[in-house]
């Protein structure tokens, strides 16, 4: 199993970033997905899941109306996009394969993660 993300990004405040974690090695609609980030300083902080299998989302209170999660099943890639980016967006951002019931809410039970992507929003 293997969740590969995409490269560090560079951001000016206001701009926007879309993250990919492109899936392998297992059955990509059987597990839901979860975004998690580390900012310096702070510790892990929810994004939200996605349903690989229907597209289906929830995201933390936090990040409502800025992040949008998607799935492409063709390539198994699901992405975060982020907007309106402010200074405190900076921080390395992951993917996670996820045991988590869809009903429950924040960090989960993760078998396996993204190799992390560093965004920083700087002017």
């Known amino acids: 199993v293997q969740l590969v993300q995409s490269g560090a990004e560079l951001r000016i405040p206001g701009a926007s970033v879309k993250v990919s974690c492109k899936a392998s090695?297992?059955?990509?609609?059987?597990?839901?997905i979860d975004w998690v980030r580390q900012a310096p300083g702070e510790g892990s902080t929810w994004m939200g899941r996605i349903d690989p299998e229907d597209g289906e989302t929830k995201y933390a209170g936090k990040f409502q109306g800025r992040v949008t999660f998607t799935r492409d099943t063709s390539t198994s890639t699901v992405y975060m996009e982020l907007s309106n980016l402010k200074s405190e967006d900076t921080a390395v951002y992951y993917c996670a394969r996820t045991t988590s019931g869809w009903g429950t809410e924040g960090i989960g039970e993760y078998e396996y993660w993204g190799q992390g992507t560093q965004v920083t929003v700087s002017s």
């Open positions: 090695g297992y059955t990509f609609l059987k597990y839901y």
